[in-house]
C-alpha cells in the first residue's frame, strides 16, 4: 500500500499517444508525447490498423527513445493454445528490441512471460475488464505493474486502487467510446464472425436500431466520443500516472493534434480557458456532437452518452448552402462561410431531416466576401448546413510540426594534431576524433565563423545546435573532412541518448511451453436459469446457476428455498460482470447475511475471483474469456473449481476441457440506461422501466434488453439464437505433463 502523504500532484501524468503507424509515432513524439503505444500485424486489437512491422520495429524504438519517449506494445487479443508458441516468439522479438512495457489480456500469456523473461513489464488491458479494487489485487499478484482501467470505472474505485496496491493506473480520456463494457463485446464475433476480442470488430454498435418501445429510432448503440480535458485535474490528483489517448485507427493529424491538446493543458497546470480552447480543437479534428465528459466516472447524465442522431464525425458548422446549379456534369455549390474553404478540405452537408452528403474539396473559388463556390459531382440541398470535416491547412501544420534536440559543441584543432568535435546533449556526449592531423595554415586559417558555417548543418538530423565553443589553431581544414567529422559524431551522439534511455535487457529463460493435462470430474454439468420459476425445468443432476435480475437478500433467498425443496442442494450465484465498489460490499453482505454453506459462485470478471479466497466453491464464467488451457490453470490456480470455454468457438476449439457455453449469451453489457435513451429523460426518478424492451436491427434482428440490479442498474443485450449443443464435466484439477 502507498504511503498516505504521498505526493500525486508533483508528477505530471504521462501522454500515451496512439500510432496505427510509423508516421502517427512521429508525430505523436514532436507534438508532446510521453509514451506511445502501438501494435504489430498480429495479436493486437487493431489489427485493421497498418501497424508497425517487425523489421521497421527498430527503427520506431529508436526513434521514440531518442526522445527519452517510452515505447508500449500492444499482445491484447485472446490466444489460442496452437498460437502461443508464436506470440511467444514474437514479444521475445520485440523485448530484445527494447520495447518498454507489453499491454497483455490473456493470463495465460502473462503467466507464462512472467516465466520465461522475469523482469517484462506487463500492463493489464482494458480489455481484462479490470475496474474496482479486487480485480486490481488480482492483476498486481499475477505480476502487472500497471492496469489500463475499463473506462467504466468510477472515481471511487480509482481512488480505492491508488490507495491499496501499488499499481501503475493508465486511463482512457479522449476518443472513440465502446458502448459494451470493456473486453465483454461479442456482438461482432457471433453476427459476423469478426471478433472485437481479436481486433477484427466491425461495429456493429454504430448501425442504427429501432427500439420497440417509444418508437425511437436511431444509431441506440453508438456512442459519443470520450474527452476528459475538464477532468484531468481530479484524476492526476486521485492519481492516475497516464492519460491515454484512443485513435490507432485515425489520421496522424488527429493524434498530432490529440497529443499537442492535452501537452498543452497538462503544462498549463489545468487552466480552465486552456482545457476550453483545446477542447474547441479537439472537435475540428474529430467528433460525434458534444463529448462525453466522464459521464461513467461518477455515473451522472447518463442521457448523454449515446448520440443518435449520428454516428461518424460531424465537423465544425461554417455556414449554409446558398445556391445549387448544374454546371457540366457535375453541380456548381455556393457556400455562406465565414471560415475559409480551401483546397483539400473535407465538407459535410446536413439537411433538416439528417441527411449527409460528405464532400471533398478538389476545387474552389472565392466569389465574395464570405462566399465561396466548389464543384461536386454529389448535389446538397440549399439552406442545408455545412460542417468541415477536414481543415487541410490546419493538419497540414499539425503534421509537418517537427522537435529537435538542442545540443551544443565544441570543436579542437591544433597544428599537426587530430581534430575533435564533442557534441552534447544535456549530460551526454559524443566525440569524434579524426583520422588525419590537422595541416598549419599557409594562406587563411580555419576561423570561428567559418566553423561555424560547417558544423551548424543539421537539417536532416533530429538535432539543433544551440551553441559551439573552440579551441583553433592556425590550422586549415578541408569543409569535407569537417562535415565527415560532424556525421560521425551526430551518429556517436544519436546512438548514446538512444542506449541512455533503455532499460537494460536481460537473459531470457527460453523454454517450450509445456504441455497440460487434465484431470476430469465426470459427475455434474451446470445449467443456468434467471427465473424462479424455471428451477424446475433443471435436471437434480445438474448444478443450478442461478443469474437474478435483481441481487436483494429476498429475491435470491426465495430461490435457494425452492431449489432446496426440489432437491438441489447446491447453487451457484452468477456475479454480475460490472460490479464498482459499493456492488462488491452488497454481494459479499448478501452471501454472509444467507450464511447458507451450500452457495457458491460463478465469476464473470476477475474481481470475482476474490469470492474463491473467501472460501466460496467458484466457477468461471464465459465472459472470462478462456481460450487456452494456460490461462485456464491461471484461475484454478487462483481458487476456481472450474471454468466455462470462451463463446468464441475459433478460438477455444482446441481445448482439451471446460463447460461450453450452452443458452443465449449476453452479447453486450451496459453501464448506461437504455430506457434513458429511448424516453429521453435524464433522471431516474422519471424511470420508465419495465421488462420487454427490444432493440430490432436494419436487418429485422431482435436483441433482448435485461436490466441487472445491484446497488446500481446495468443492463446486457442479449443474443436470441441459442448457442452451443453439449457441455462439458467440471474441470478441477489441471496439471503440467
Known sequence: MLSENEDFVSKKPEILAPAGDLEALKVAVYNGADAVYFGLPKFNARSKATNISLENLSEAVDFCHLYNVKVYLTVNTLIADEELEDVLDMVRQAYTKRVDAFIIQDLGLAKILKEQIPDIELHASTQMGIHNLEGAIIAESLGFKRVVLSR???????????????LEI????????????????????????QSGNRGACLQPCRLKYRSNFNNAEGYLLSTRDLCLIDRLKQLSDLGVDSFKIE???RRPSYVAQAVQSYRNVIDCDYNDEVCAYEKSNLKRVFNRGDYNEGIYLDRIQEENIINAE?????????????????????????????????????????????????????????????????????????????????????????????????????????????????????????????????DKALNQALTYDKLLKNIDRFDDTNFELEGLTCELGQVFIPTSRINELRRMCVEKLRLAIIEHNQKPIHKLVINSVKKLSVKEDNTNNFMIVEDIRDIESVPIDCCLVYAPNNYEFNNINNFLIKANELGHEFVYLNLPNVANSYDIQKLKSLLTEIGNQNIGVVANNIYGLCFAKLGYKTIVGYQMNVTNMYTAKVLVDLGAEAFTKSIEKDLSKSMTAGHNYVGRPTIMTFCHCPYKTVYNYDSCKECEYSEGLKYKAEDNKTYNIRRIRCTSCYFELVYNQSIGDKTQPYVLDLREE
Open 247 to 249: 485513435g490507432r485507427m
Open 170 to 193: 493508465e486511463y482512457f480520456v479522449q476518443g472513440a467510446l465502446c458502448v459494451a463494457f470493456s473486453g465483454n463485446c461479442y456482438f461482432s464475433a457471433l453476427k459476423y464472425n
Open 310 to 438: 449520428f454516428q461518424n464525425h460531424r465537423g465544425v458548422s461554417i455556414g449554409q448552402v446558398e445556391s445549387v446549379r448544374p454546371f457540366k456534369n457535375i453541380y456548381a455549390i455556393t457556400i455562406q462561410s465565414k471560415t475559409a474553404i480551401n483546397n483539400g478540405d473535407g465538407l459535410k452537408f446536413v439537411g433538416p431531416d439528417g441527411q449527409e452528403v460528405s464532400v471533398g474539396v478538389g476545387g474552389v473559388e472565392k466569389i465574395g466576401i464570405n462566399t465561396y463556390q466548389i464543384y461536386s459531382k454529389y448535389a446538397p440541398n440549399v439552406d442545408d448546413t455545412v460542417y468541415k470535416t477536414v481543415d487541410s491547412v490546419r493538419e497540414n501544420i499539425l503534421i509537418s510540426t517537427i522537435k529537435k534536440l538542442p545540443i551544443k559543441a565544441h570543436f579542437v584543432a591544433k597544428e599537426d594534431e587530430p581534430c575533435r568535435l564533442t557534441l552534447i546533449y544535456k549530460d551526454i556526449t559524443a566525440t569524434s576524433e579524426s583520422m588525419f592531423v590537422c
Open 152 to 166: 467504466e470505472v468510477t472515481l471511487n474505485d480509482i481512488d480505492l486502487i491508488k490507495a491499496w496496491t501499488n
